[in-house]
């Protein structure tokens, strides 16, 4: 199957049309919700949280002995809150680093998890067969039902967000000030917590434990790099988020023997990549050709200032011996002194030169001081 055929399935095929909807709903819910992890620091919290899911997953297949998918979400959510307040009782009650606190709860858990799923692997009978595709997630399992608590889920965490938008805003920025305006800051906080787990639990049957931090981070990571506003943040990371989910399910199901939640991470970091290389204001290239700019723009200006220099000593600026000084000088080439005649800056008359009235102010502005108000 083609791209191009996939889209074409896509409203008519059930399952196509359940494993899109379901990867573009959890895409944007988890950039939305992504973005307050990146702003806040916590990116590692994704990864904890998703290892710290899982024994919750095993235990809940142990004591039910039921596959069924909401009663495995629901123990991975318990499980990944018990490990969020683990880490937040660590990092206040000791002396501990939040990102030792993460890796000591990322690697307990996770180690319980696969114990946990070992021993299960080991009973007597198959009703345990197809609990590992929880490691690495299976996008192709997702039904109606399931893409139906995504959209109830985002939906939730959308009007919470609006609710609590400024309250959010104010504590991400600075928590201190958000204490004397009287806010329940420890409420606020947990509400945030709540929802990021919430989120990665969803995403756990689609992506996988050992990939769902990076559905979590890359889309806000992305979308940081093209404003500075936050609504605009969340917003470009949910859209980045759904198109990543949407692209990678394409060229999954394009491809044979590709698995959806890597494809769908993959194309995640892509996003990332160009963000990083294009965004005009953090860009790499745009930042390369800024500095090039500015050094060129100060190279021109040192040109000036030597000029300016040779036509106050220098009664005959056209003498030889002050094209030779200007010659040695560094900065001095044919090109700049182009650019100068742009800039308005001089005129040229063959070999001979002369600053223009305009070249004259600029240049005594360079030496100017600007006089200290403090």
């Known amino acids: 199957m083609t791209i191009t055929e996939y889209f074409q399935l896509l409203f008519t095929d059930y399952t196509l049309r359940t494993i899109t909807l379901g990867t573009a709903v959890l895409g944007a819910i988890c950039g939305m919700l992504g973005s307050f992890a990146v702003l806040r620091k916590q990116s590692l919290l994704g990864d904890a949280i998703s290892h710290a899911a899982l024994p919750g997953i095993a235990l ?9 998918t909401n009663v495995l979400l629901l123990g991975a959510l318990v499980s990944g809150l018990i490990g969020t307040f683990w880490i937040r009782g660590i990092t206040k009650k000791t002396h501990l680093k939040s990102d030792t606190a993460l890796g000591l709860i990322l690697s307990l858990f996770f180690g319980f998890g696969m114990l946990l799923l070992t021993f299960i692997q080991k009973q007597p009978n198959a009703n345990q067969a ?4 929880y490691l690495f997630g299976q996008a192709a399992t997702l039904v109606e039902k399931d893409v139906t608590l995504m959209v109830i889920v985002t939906g939730i965490s959308l009007v919470i967000l609006l609710l609590f938008w400024k309250e959010f805003k104010i504590l991400l920025f600075d928590a201190d000030y958000t204490k004397t305006l009287g806010f329940n800051t420890q409420f606020i906080d947990i509400l945030i917590t709540f929802f990021i787990v919430l989120a990665i639990v969803l995403g756990l049957q689609t992506v996988g434990v050992v990939l769902m931090s990076a559905m979590l981070l890359a889309p806000a990571a992305a979308a940081r790099q093209w404003t500075n506003s ?25 491809e044979n023997n590709l698995s959806t939640g890597p494809v769908i991470v993959l194309v995640a970091t892509v996003f990332v990549l160009v963000s990083f290389i294009f965004s005009p204001g953090r860009g790499l290239l745009f930042r390369e050709i800024r500095f090039r700019s500015n050094r060129r723009d100060l190279q021109l200006k040192k040109t000036l200032q030597f000029m300016y220099s040779i036509a106050k000593n220098h009664q005959n600026i056209s003498h030889p011996h002050a094209i030779k000084i200007l010659n040695n000088f560094h900065g001095f080439t044919k090109k700049s002194l182009k650019e100068l005649e742009e800039k308005q800056w001089i005129t040229l008359e063959g070999q001979q030169w002369s600053l223009t009235q305009h070249g004259y102010e600029e240049a005594q502005s360079l030496y100017t001081q600007k006089p200290n108000h403090d």
């Open 60 to 68: 809940a297949f142990l004591i039910t002995g039921a596959k069924d």
């Open 130 to 133: 197809g609990l590992d595709k």
């Open 230 to 254: 936050l609504g605009v943040m969340v917003f470009l990371a949910a859209i980045f988020g759904a198109f990543s989910g949407v692209v990678g399910t394409a060229i999954s199901a394009s």
